[in-house]
């Protein structure tokens, strides 16, 4: 049975940091293509960062609003994916969902963490 | 970045018609990489239709997607009371990945 379960949300103030944690199991996560994708409370999707396989390079992309302040990364050796958050602002509050599956398509997802910032 | 438009924003149907969402890009989306979630309050996304048109797995055949280029679709041919629902486009064909900003199937 495949299982993704984030860890690593709160409160954190305007200005601070914050790292998510999404430990695997039950695929191949090697072989994986691991994302982040947010969702603000009643709102829409915004997919945030990915992680490619180390077999194709383990080259991360981002999404605009994100860009040179969170950094996506995974350990291969634990099966664990890494989302470190820093200048959080409150336009990152949000409950962020680690997924995985398709090249094309996300077949999992984890039940989401939430992540709070307010002063 | 490719910016995906739902339509229409609320569908208000009854069980049993059929409700046609429509996901446009504003460019072409490459190799058909685009994808249907539906998502129900309090529940994470279920991946529905990937790659334009492959249902996936324990999807039931009354939902179908189509499309190509700019223009998707997303059927349900016959609404069950479980189909209510917000439904949601994806595109992974380009990163900066995007999603529509989703469609609302409501009881009417």
């Known amino acids: 049975e495949v299982q993704l379960v984030e860890s690593g949300g709160g409160l954190v103030k305007p200005g601070g940091s914050l790292r998510l944690s999404c430990a695997a199991s039950g695929f191949a996560f090697t072989d994986a293509w691991l994302h982040w994708v947010r969702q603000t409370p009643g709102k829409g999707l915004e997919w945030v960062a990915r992680?490619?396989?180390?077999?194709?390079?383990?080259?991360?992309d981002y999404a605009a609003p994100v860009k040179g302040r969170f950094t996506i990364s995974r350990e291969d050796s634990t099966n664990t994916l890494y989302l470190q958050m820093n200048s959080l602002n409150m336009g990152d509050t949000a409950v962020y969902y680690c997924a995985t599956g398709l090249i094309s398509a996300y077949t999992y997802w984890g039940q989401g963490t939430l992540v709070t910032v307010s002063s | 970045e490719i910016v995906l438009t739902q339509s229409p924003g609320t569908l208000s149907l009854s069980p049993g018609e059929r409700a046609t969402l429509s996901c446009r890009a504003t460019q072409s989306i490459r190799a058909n990489h685009v994808a249907w979630y539906q998502q129900k309050p309090g529940q994470v996304p279920r991946l529905l239709i990937y790659?334009?048109?492959t249902r996936a797995t324990g999807i039931p055949d009354r939902f179908s997607g189509s499309g190509s280029g700019t223009d998707f679709t997303l059927t349900v041919s016959r609404l069950e009371p479980e189909d209510f629902a917000v439904y949601y486009c994806h595109q992974l064909g380009e990163s900066p990945l995007t999603f529509g900003g989703g469609t609302t199937v409501e009881i009417k």
């Open positions: 790659d334009v048109s």
């Open positions: 992680v490619k396989s180390k077999a194709a390079g383990e080259t991360t």
